[in-house]
């Protein structure tokens, strides 16, 4: 194949994605209560952006533009994020089951949460995303205090990881047995399996921003991530620098999985699963792979966060249990097929 057909291709299969990403946040925003058609939807943005009037009533404009759009904008960022953050975590620890979370990045959003949510630190100067962004970035860093330890190979930050999230686990589970009353407890549940009720624009405004940052740095050590499918040692013969890679994307999946946990809450197997439906598309190349893993994962968390608010409505699923559901059958399915290939 050569290389105009391949670019080609490649550019081919991103636009595709992109007018999937858009198609389905057009088409999900009219789904529910709300008698809203695509061209509604399309007026309202217009008429936000300076295209003339949307003819609509003031009712629609606010559940298009205040409720809605922001808020499956904001699932697909999320989506995006999470699923780089897979990839990226696959490629560097070289194991299939890595995942955002594996870093104890998940668990000590959770105790930031319940600790702003349940014994009011801050006073009331923290918001509950706040307090969980921090929350995320001291498991890193504890993380990482562990692993350098121990040596700091890829295997040992797995581990750390795996420890820091039992251990922030057992500390979120410690306050809200002991401090918090049932509607706390109830509220504190509904984030920790993920939600994004209430998304508002300046979170679709902060994600958005990061998840970008976040693509651009992966992208540019793209070769680098496919010189480590070989291993740390032929990485570092084929001149990687082995440790400030892996340091730097170490730090840029913390920052981004921080900052989509602290908006969204915990949603779990969107960077365990995806990454891995993506190389079936794409093959292992990670200029490739990182645009098409992240257009699938915004794809596929507008889809799931839809069916959690309307599938039970008036009540609201958490879209992290939507994408367990959804995501151990179709991760049974990807592992039976790669064992059948093998």
């Not at 904001?74 to 990226?88: D, E, K, P, S």
């Amino acid at each position: 194949m050569s290389a105009r057909h391949s670019t080609g291709r490649r550019a081919g299969l991103h636009l595709a994605g992109l007018l999937a990403l858009a198609l389905s946040i057009a088409v999900a925003i009219t789904i529910g209560p709300a008698a809203l058609s695509v061209g509604d939807v399309a007026r309202v943005v217009g008429e936000h952006l300076g295209f003339g009037e949307a003819g609509v009533s003031r009712i629609k404009d606010g559940i298009v533009w205040e409720l809605r759009l922001p808020r499956t904008l904001l699932a697909a960022v999320c989506g995006a994020g999470l699923a780089i953050c897979g990839a990226i975590m696959q490629s560097l620890l070289r194991n299939p089951l890595a995942d955002p979370f594996v870093l104890g990045i998940s668990s000590g959003a959770s105790t930031g949460a319940v600790l702003v949510m349940i014994l009011g630190l801050g006073a009331g100067a923290i918001s509950l995303s706040a307090g969980a962004f921090a929350g995320a970035l001291l498991a890193f860093g504890l993380v990482v205090v562990l692993a350098a330890g121990v040596g700091g190979g890829t295997d040992r930050i797995l581990l750390a990881g795996v420890a820091g999230t039992q251990l922030f686990s057992a500390l979120t589970s410690f306050i809200v047995t002991s401090s918090a009353d049932a509607e706390q407890t109830r509220g504190v549940l509904f984030w920790l399996l993920g939600s994004l009720a209430g998304a508002g624009w300046d979170q679709v405004a902060l994600c958005g921003a990061v998840t970008l940052l976040g693509l651009a740095v992966c992208l540019l050590c793209a070769p680098a991530l496919d010189a480590f499918a070989f291993g740390q040692d032929a990485a570092a013969a084929l001149g990687v620098p082995v440790a400030w890679v892996r340091g730097l994307l170490l730090v840029v999946t913390a920052l981004l999985t921080a900052a989509l946990v602290s908006a969204a809450g915990a949603i779990g197997f969107v960077g365990l699963v995806l990454p891995h439906a993506a190389r079936l598309l794409t093959g292992p190349g990670h200029r490739v792979l990182l645009p098409a893993t992240a257009l699938i994962g915004a794809i596929f968390l507008v889809w799931v966060d839809t069916a959690a608010r309307t599938l039970l409505d008036p009540q609201e699923l958490p879209v992290g249990v939507m994408t367990a559901l959804i995501g151990v059958p179709a991760f049974a399915a990807i592992l039976y097929r790669r064992r059948a290939v093998a």
